[in-house]
Each structure stands twice: as C-alpha cells, then as structure tokens.
C-alpha cells in the first residue's frame, strides 16, 4: 500500500511539473514567436534588427523547455508520448519544421550577403514563427476535443485533429503570442517604435480577449466532464475565481499599456493571464491526460522510473531557472535604437 | 499497415525517415562537441598568456560554433520527437527506462549549453573575463554531457541490460546503474566523444591547411590553429584505433553477429581465421565474392588463436542477420579514414620534426583533402553499428518493425520528403555560410567585425555595467 501511495503522489507530482515546463514554454517561447509573428508589422531593417536582438540571447533556452516537455511526457507518461503524437503527426510534423526555420533565422539572417536572401530569412523568420504558434494552439485544440485510443495506440484517423474548434485555439495561439511579443517589445523598447508596439499590443490585446472568451465558451461543450465541472453547483465554485481574474487583469492590462516607467507590468500581466488560461485548462482536462479516456495514472510509467527523475528534477530545475534568471538578468534593460547590433 | 508509398512500406519509410534526420542532426553535435572545448581551450589559453592570437582565433571560431549549434538544436528538437510520432510502440515500451535518461539530458545539459550559450557568444564586456570564461567551459561541459546521456540510451538499445518487462510488455527498470552503464556504453561513449574530438581537429585543420596553401604561412593565427590540429590528430587518432579494436572485441562479446556481417564472414572456419579486406558480399547466396583476404590473421583480432574455430553467419538464421553489404562498406570506410587519420597525424609529426610543418605543400593539401573526413567517419561508424544490430530496435527483444506507430504510408512518406526537401534547404544554406565564415583569414579585425558575428544578444545601456568600446556604436547608424 505504501508503494502504492508513493506512485500515486509521484504521479501527481510529475503531472504537475510537466504543466509547470509547458506553461514555462508557453511563456518564454510563447514572446519569442510572437516577435516573428509581428514581424510583417515592422518593416524597416532598424525595426527588425532591434526586434530579434531582443530575444537572440535567450530563444535556445527559451526552446529547451519545448524539448523538457517532449522529453518529460516520455519519461514519465509513455503511453501519453506514444498515443498523443501520431494522433497529432501533421501539426506536429509542421511544429518541428517551422520551429527550424525560425531558429535558424536567428543566425542565417545576419550571414545573408544579398537583400534577397536576407528577405529571405526574415519570411522564413515570420512564417516559422506563425506555423509554429499555430500548430501548437491546434495541438492543444485536437487535445482538449478528445483523441480516439483503442488498446495502447492510436485509435483515430489521419484528419481527426482538423476541426472547427482546434482551428479556433490555433488561431487563438497566435493572437495570444503576437500579444505577449508586444508586451515584451514594449518593455525592451523605447521611442517611436515603442509607442507602435503599444498600438499592436492593444489590437492583438483584444484579439486575445475575444479568442479566450470563445475558447472558454465552446470547452464546456466538448464533453459532458468538462460542462459539469464548470457549471455544476457547488462544484463551479472552486474554478469560478478563474474567469473573474481573467476580467480583473484584463482591465488591468487596458489601463497600464500605455503607462510609461514601469515597462514591465503589462508583459507580467500578459504572463499571469496565460498561467490562468492554464489552470482554465487544467480544471478541465484534470486527471486525464487524453481526453476522455486516457488518465494521468493510465499513462504514468513505473514508480521506479519517476522517483528516479524525480529526484534530479527536483534539484536540478530550480538549478536551471536560477541560471536562466542570470542569463536574463545579464541582457537586461532596454535596447537602444541603432545600439545592440552591427 | 498494409500501403505502400512509392513501394515502399510504412516501416521502412519511418527508418528512412529516422536514419536521414539522425544523421543530419549528429553532422553538428559530432563538430560542436570538439569544437565547445577548443574554443574553451583558446580562451583560457588566451586569458592565461594574454596572447591575443588565441582570443582572434576564439572570435573566429566561435562564429562558425554560433551557426553550427543553432543547426544542432533545431535539428535536435526533431528527434526529441520522432519518437514518438515514428516509433511510438517503441516509445511506449522502453519509455520507463529510455525516457528518464533522457529527462536527465534535457535537465543536466541543454538546459546548461542553452542557458550559457548567450554569455559565451556576446557577454565578455558584460560579465567579465572569469564569468565568460566560466559560461565558455559549461558549454563545453554540457555538450560532452549530453554525448554521455544519449550514448547511454544508444548503448541501451544495442546491449539491454538492468531491466524487467511488465505485464503490458514495457520494459521497466530493475536497476538504474546496471541501464545506465551498461555493457557497450563505456566504449561507444569513448569511441564516439573521440571521434568528435577528431572531427573538430580535422575541420580546423582543414582550414588551417586551406589558408597555408592560399599564402597566408606567416599568419600566427593560421599557424596555431593548423599546429593544433596536426598535434590531436598525431596524438588522438592512434589511440581512437586502440578504443575502437576495443569497441569492436566487446561488440564480438554481445553482438556477433554485427561483427560478422562488419568482418562479412558469411562462411564459419575450422582451422584459422582470415581478414578479409575487400570483396563483394552476397546475402542471398551467404558468400563474399572476388574475395580479397590475408589467411589466418583475422583469428587474433578478434582475441583468438591463429588457428581458432569460428562460426559464420552461415549459422545464423537469415531473419536474424543485418544487411550484409551496408555493414561491410560503411565499416571499411570509417576504418580505411581512421588509418588515413592517423597517417597524417603521423607524417605532420615527420614534418614538424624537419622544421617544414607550414611549408610541406603535400601536407596541407592532404590536410584539406581530409578536413570532413571526421564528418564521413562518423557517418560511415554510425551506420555501421545502426545497421548492423537490426533486425531490432533493442537487441535481442525488440523487433524493428514491431516498434513502429499506426501510421499509413503516405503519412510517413509525405513528412520524409518535407524533411528531405527543407533540410538540404536550410542546412545546404547553412553549410554554405559556414564555408564562407571558413574561407575568411583569422585576422585582426577592426573593432566593429569583432561582433560581426550575428545578432547582439545585448540589452544595451545597463547601469554599472562595463559597455564594450563605445565609438561608433551611439551614433545611431547601422555599421553594416
């Protein structure tokens, strides 16, 4: 019984840190892509070259949490890893070869001799930015709708993540990342282009409210779970505070945007709306792991294999933000215009 | 499933698929990892000697390192899931015990190379000589950390050991360190970070040769990076023949049937074994034809006596034996390079002995002939040991085509023509830059092409902070 009882907490326990690295991707990766996706917004080289210096010290690691995911999903839910990506192939397929374009962006870009072929890596730059955001936000779509499971694979067929709804969170996505690219912009920024960043901040800050309320409003209809969880009395009254902090930051967000001095404030509020975004999609999905059938303790490997990453995992992340804080902290501030690059 | 794409099955496609991307991604780690510590090296040698031909060549190579590991980490994220989109019965299975090893990657290495990358590249005037020099050396310690972990996993897969397989048929792990350090890992860990070293060794030396040849003898920086090469290849390219005899006597030990098909001995011998060195293997017939070998010595490279007893493949059943002719070949190509390796670490000991190592014209064009022989090596090797422990995917247990997801051919074909396609695209281009970086002589560069080398990670203007040379940097223009 006891060992029982390790595994079930472990379980738990893993559950949780694998949703803590998803959310720390979402945010880090999530301001970075949105940096490309606002990139056909700005068009002058100054715009652009200040735009990507903003996020080139940091986008390797930002996308190290992409591969802690994958990594943690197969290590500690096998059968999750084994079942969610061939029901996901084409989008993820998508993912992984736009992620290339962009990443290489970073560094192509600045080798390119011609205007053509530095055109070139800035489309590469937008396009793997946008396809990367998108099919991320259909995975998540496909994944909350459900995925058909018979015996220990994939049950479903080739199309069966394309539906209106995965579409809509794609959508969603990139609206969502576009957001929080501005709010970053806007922190790092100053001057006239700064001031264009807080327009777009505005319009895709909107586009991102009304993409959430959607989202929001069609989850509960997908299954008859996630309904009752979230309108069922008494049990509506654990998540209800969520949708009414979503409203609170959002009004905070509305007024602080074009505050000047304290930068920062909308791009953590921007962050804090997505980790509610977050425990939106937990209370529903929670305990599965696939939607309807498939549960965290269905999926989760032995014990023995959690209790053993869990003990490196539990040194090591605080580890590895401590020195992802320093990195941040060492490019710190604001680029000038026509400083910070060559 | 039961379609073909363009004939081909879905099984064969996925290992198509696997082989193809695996092998673009491990061209980049196989040169970072050497090149991570000699730049570590230059640095520190630099910081030591305040010599500053060892802080131009730093800035040299660690532009080219910038481009390379970019291609490495996106080329990378594609195999972190492919398992799963490919393989994921296999994922499935050996997920309790691969998967933390893994995790352990991620936690222990990426995160360390990533999170330290920015310093190493662009953060000397932010942070200081000690701190750079710090981020530089994590780098390096995180790639060879990462070559530890998935070498771990690989060595799993060839010798499974440690384990116990559970009611649904996953293996699980019975003991972390018997997984972990199991039977081939310590020599392919060796035999592998040795080739890498000498990958490195031999790209820069390719380099090194290239500028000797277009006249630039009397550049200090050519020099050293030229003399530096030729002393690893001199030094490390005999001993990796000692670690790979290794490698192959315990490869024998579990695996002997990938030794017979690398040896291509399709007949078993009563009295002595013959090495045979060249001929034209046939599977179907079980024989090797126009066969060219030396009698009896084969025997005592394999640990046994000149006259042993030996089985051949003719006593292993035919759905057990790996495809012959693969094997053979890829085998005699990463051997003949390494003693070619080890030739030219020799005949540059020759040359450096008659005072002629930067005017021994010979020498440097067989230099530059052998610049990606590491590359190729590394290729052929690899294919070598994948090729040569099928029909598995974990030896002995697990069947390659029984490892594979549900998916259609046309499913797997389409996405392996899109990886095709973008690869040589956008990896072609990036070779091409490299090139071009390679090309340009290791000078002293006026300030502005010191940061030439791609975009600033800075943030700018940081109170207390130390700013690198300011003229030229505030007035606004682009000094492109």
Known sequence: MDGLGLSIDLTVAWALLLAFAVYVYVVLDGFDLGIGILYPFFRSKDERDLMMNSVAPVWDGNETWLVLGGGGLFAAFPLAYSIILPALYPPIVAMLLALIFRGVAFEFRWKAASAFSKRGWDVAFIGGSTVAALAQGITLGAL???????????????????TPFSMLTGVAVVLGYAFMGATW???????????????????????????????????????????LRWFSFPAALVPAPVPLLVAFIAWRLWTTIDRDGRDWVPFVLTCALFGLCFVGLGISMWPHVIPPSVTIYDAASPA?????????????????LGYTAYAYWVFRGKLQPGEGYH | MDTLFFGLDAVTLARIQFGFTVAFHF??????????????VLNGWYLWSKDEAYLNLFNYWVKIFAITFAMGVVSGIVMSYQFGTNWSVFSDKTGPVLGPLMAYEVLTAFFLEAGFLGIMLFGRNKVGPGLHMTATAMVAVGTAISATWILSVNSWMHTPAGYAINDVGQFVPENWLEVIFNPSFPYRLAHTLTAAYLTTAFIVGGVGAWHLLSGRGHHRGVRKMFSMAMWMAALVAPLQVVIGHEHGLNTYEYQPTKVLAMEGHFESYDNGVPLILFGIPDQEAGEMRYELS???IGGPILNKGWNAQMDGLDTVPDAEEPPVAIVFWSFRIM????FAMVGIGLWSLWTRYKGRLYDEVWLHRAALAMGPSGLVAVIAGWITTEVGRQPYTVYGELLTVNSTSP???SAVGASLIAFIVIYFLVFGAGVGYLIKLMLKTPERAPYEDDIDYGPIRSAGLVPGVQQPAPQGRQSGQPAE
Do not use: C, H
Request: net charge positive; aromatic share 14%; charged share 15%.
């Open chain 1, 144 to 162: 909350l709708q459900g995925i058909e499971v018979s015996g220990r694979s994939y049950g479903g067929g080739w199309w069966d993540w394309l």
């Open chain 1, 185 to 227: 912009l806007n922190m790092k920024l100053t001057g006239d282009i700064q001031a264009k960043v807080r327009r777009f901040a505005r319009v895709f800050g909107i586009a991102t409210m009304v993409s959430i309320l959607l989202v929001s409003a069609w989850t509960p209809f997908l299954e008859q779970e996630y309904f």
């Open chain 1, 304 to 320: 023995k294999s959690q209790l053993f990453m869990f003990v490196g995992a539990i040194v090591l992340v605080p580890v590895i």
């Open chain 2, 27 to 40: 061209i980049f780690p196989a040169f970072t990892i050497g090149l991570a510590s000699f730049l570590a």
């Open chain 2, 294 to 296: 030396i009698p009896k």
């Open chain 2, 335 to 338: 051997v003949g390079l390494g």
């Open chain 2, 407 to 409: 998916l259609d051919a």
